[in-house]
């Protein structure tokens, strides 16, 4: 009997060294030569983040104008949503299927594409220096930037503010916050003025994950921040990361209407509350400002201000940080049309481009210098990108710059603090574990 | 006056009684008593079938038997879907199951779904559907049929995103009514805590699976011979005891596959985890597939996910076989 149980066992392993064999393999050399001359025709492929209004048309318009000029390129375009392309990049990277050109964030998620030889060097077309280089901001670039070499096409800057409505502050008699405490204690008045204090819907997970994130770069220092970001080196055993779980447990009690029950909220549910006038203020990204006072919302442009979510009294790490990271583009290291694809991409970040993109109603804003501007972008989001211009540094998403098991643990320690049903330090713990299993 | 003579069930077996087959080759039409073609006994007839069928085989294979295959391969790989490289590990994504707190939750969730399921889609459907069979007017019976049945017209993503919003703590219908009624103390972010988010996903898929497994049952009931019940009504027994001696030995045999077909779709949830609550807070609501998702796309460890694959398989092949053996065997005949 162990006997067959054995030679099942060995034959089983047989069987899947063979399939190891017909599905594994190194990946093939780069193929792009990104400073080739392009040549215009053929189909170019385009996975971007912009499904749905208002951002769609932004690329559609791009693609139409870019086929006027050279006829015989067709330009494809995948558009997925914030939430969806997260695994339609995934399912296209396992299928060998990646397009020319590529959404991506920074951090570990980028550099995945380029320790796996799918996003091609740019250095020679885009590094500090170059022509088209020089027309983006260093820090954009450099957040791209792996091994010293420049893999990314930043496309616009993104950094999370706390949002508020003007009236709901002026009606309850309160001023901005300066301190995290200030904040806490300003809830009290805001309810009784009507209003939520702030919304909050954490169906998703990463909406937690943006609050902690900020309030690490607070309570941590930030070389220690910094080093339990790669696994190898992290220890996640900083008290500031209690503090800032304490911290954001004391948050969502006191100033959320939902409290515990916040896991069971959409986060457009409460983007709503702020842009319908039933909420006080909500946490979200420069991305969104322009989306929370369009036509339509009870909250107007004049009606709507940002600051930084306040630094608790005397935190041990960097109360100037922002979190926030740039948001871009790869091009796929195998594809045929990496000239082409280079072409499109340099295209797409003309200045009169870039200014588009950062007006209302896209509101994004670029990267290109010179793009943003009092004349070109809202109010708020010339302000929050000066403000992200002026940060002492941006820390990105804490779910693009750690890996996955590590973000996950924290996405699910996130959800479990809101709840009650686990205490800082066992989800600490949780990280903990999550970073050896990873290492 | 003659008797029509109906076929039975030997001579289904045998061909007597029913027009014959369409002629498939020239020498499976020789007549009886002419020169017998070898090959009409031989290898043609065979070779010929699987010409037929080779298609269908062919494409059974390429997508589903070697998709199990392969799953089984990838199980015993870690796999960096970046670069392609694979390297074999045995069988660690099993062992690395077994010491999975989540991975138990997932299959405890997926036990207690199937467990619910049994008792609201097969016995509490049993019930209603022997009450609305019972019912004398023919147009009450059909139109609770379809009230019943209606919910199950609507896909399941769309009932998990109406049932969200259901249950939504503070713009909900669910808590809202709670407090119309005078039970505001009751309200709950049901969706929101650990608690109460699996009960209430679980809750949504009864409302949406009970009018299928009740039509299901009427259907099975109807199929039941009026004078037992009526022979028992003679008798004087009363509703309940029809229920109990009649009703329910009758149809058996839909209750052991509907107990089948239960069980095995318990172990297969997805999407109304995924459009309510993604496995969360905290994975309190993960089931063995959303965990598989979040293993392979989330995490990027797409050979424990295979692991979590194989699992989810090797539960659903045993149910199926089960469900074989159960329905070649336990066959109620009228």
């Known amino acids: 009997m162990r006997r067959t149980r054995t030679l099942t066992l060995a034959a089983a392993a047989a069987g899947a060294l063979v399939l190891s064999g017909c599905a594994g393999g190194a990946p093939a050399g780069p193929a792009a030569d990104v400073t080739a001359e392009p040549a215009y025709e053929g189909t170019l492929s385009i996975l971007t983040k912009f499904a749905g209004e208002p951002l769609e048309p932004y690329f559609e318009d791009l693609a139409a104008a870019y086929e006027a000029e050279h006829p015989d390129v067709d330009v494809e375009l995948i558009q997925e949503t914030d939430q969806s392309i997260k695994d339609k990049t995934k399912t296209l990277t396992a299928s060998q299927a990646l397009p020319d050109i590529y959404f991506t964030w920074t951090g570990d998620w980028a550099e995945n594409f380029v320790t796996g030889g799918l996003a091609a060097d740019l250095s020679e077309v885009i590094a500090p220096g170059t022509e088209w280089g020089d027309t983006f901001g260093e820090a954009s670039l450099s957040a791209f930037q792996y091994d010293g070499k420049y893999y990314g096409i930043p496309l616009y800057n993104n950094g999370k503010f706390m949002g508020y409505n003007t009236q709901a502050f002026a009606e309850a008699g309160v001023d901005v916050p300066q301190t995290f405490e200030e904040l806490v204690d300003a809830c009290g008045p805001l309810r009784d003025a009507g209003y939520e204090p702030i919304a909050f819907g954490n169906k998703d997970g990463w909406p937690a994950l943006h609050y902690l994130q900020q309030l690490f770069a607070y309570n941590v220092p930030s070389d220690v921040l910094h080093a339990d970001f790669d696994p190898e080196t992290a220890k996640w055993d900083d008290p500031g990361y209690v503090s800032s779980l304490e911290q954001f447990k004391t948050l969502v009690d006191e100033c959320t209407d939902t409290g515990s029950g916040t896991n069971g909220v959409l986060y457009t549910t409460a983007q709503e509350a702020l842009a319908g006038g039933n909420a006080a203020m909500y946490y979200q990204e420069v991305l969104e400002f322009d989306s929370i006072t369009a036509e339509g919302s009870s909250l107007s442009p004049d009606d709507f201000g940002i600051f930084q979510l306040p630094a608790p009294d005397g935190a041990a790490g960097d109360p100037a940080a922002i979190e926030g990271a740039p948001e871009g583009y790869l091009i796929n290291a195998k594809s045929a049309q990496a000239p082409l694809a280079v072409d499109f991409m340099k295209f797409v970040t003309e200045l009169e481009n870039a200014k588009t993109l950062s007006a209302p109603p896209y509101g994004q804003p670029s990267a290109v210098v010179g793009a943003v501007t009092e004349e070109t972008s809202s109010r708020a989001v010339y302000e929050g990108i000066t403000k992200v211009n002026e940060a002492s540094q941006l820390v990105g998403w804490l779910d693009t710059v750690t890996v996955p098991e590590v973000a996950d643990a924290w996405l699910a320690g996130g959800e479990a603090i809101i709840s009650g049903s686990a205490t800082p330090k066992e989800v600490l713990e949780s990280v903990q574990a999550a970073n050896a299993d990873a290492q | ?334």
Do not use: C
Not at chain 2, 231 to 243: E, K, P, S, Y
Not at chain 2, 245 to 253: A, D, G
């Open chain 2, 1 to 334: 006056m003659s008797r029509q003579q109906t076929p039975t069930r030997s001579d289904a077996r045998s061909g007597a009684g029913f027009d014959r087959p369409p002629t498939l080759t020239k020498a499976m039409s020789n007549a009886p008593g002419g020169p017998v073609d070898r090959n009409a006994r031989g290898w043609y007839p065979k070779v010929a079938g699987l010409v037929w069928v080779l298609p269908a085989l062919v494409v059974l294979a390429v997508f589903v038997y070697l998709p199990l295959v392969q799953n089984l391969g990838f199980s015993t790989q870690e796999w960096d879907i970046y670069s392609g490289a694979t390297e074999f590990v045995g069988l660690e994504n099993y062992e690395k199951l077994v010491g999975d707190p989540v991975f138990w939750t997932a299959l405890g969730n997926n036990v207690l779904y199937a467990v619910l399921s049994i008792v609201f889609q097969v016995f509490a459907a049993l019930v209603l559907a022997a009450l609305i069979e019972s019912l004398r007017s023919l147009r009450w019976r059909k139109a609770l049929r379809a009230i019943y049945f209606v919910p199950a017209a609507i896909s399941l993503t769309v009932a998990g995103l109406l049932f969200y919003f259901i249950y939504e703590p503070n713009l909900g219908l669910l808590n809202h009514l709670l407090e119309a009624i005078g039970l505001g103390q009751l309200a709950q972010p049901w969706l929101g805590q650990e608690s109460t988010a699996m009960l209430a996903i679980i809750a949504m898929s009864q409302w949406q699976g009970f009018g299928y497994s009740t039509l299901l049952f009427a259907v099975a009931i109807q199929r039941i011979p009026s004078e037992l019940y009526e022979a028992a009504a003679l008798d004087g027994i009363g509703h309940v005891r029809r229920f109990f001696h009649i009703t329910l030995p009758l149809v058996r045999e839909m209750t052991g596959l509907m107990i089948i077909v239960t069980i095995s779709g318990a172990f297969q949830v997805f999407n109304e985890v995924m459009v309510m609550t993604s496995g969360g807070p905290n994975n309190s609501t993960q089931v063995l597939a959303t965990w598989l998702y979040r293993s392979g796309f989330v995490r990027n460890d797409f050979g424990y996910a295979a692991a979590i694959a194989t699992v989810i398989f090797v539960v659903t092949l045993l149910i199926a076989l089960a469900q074989l053996w159960y329905t070649r065997r336990r066959r109620v005949e009228f």
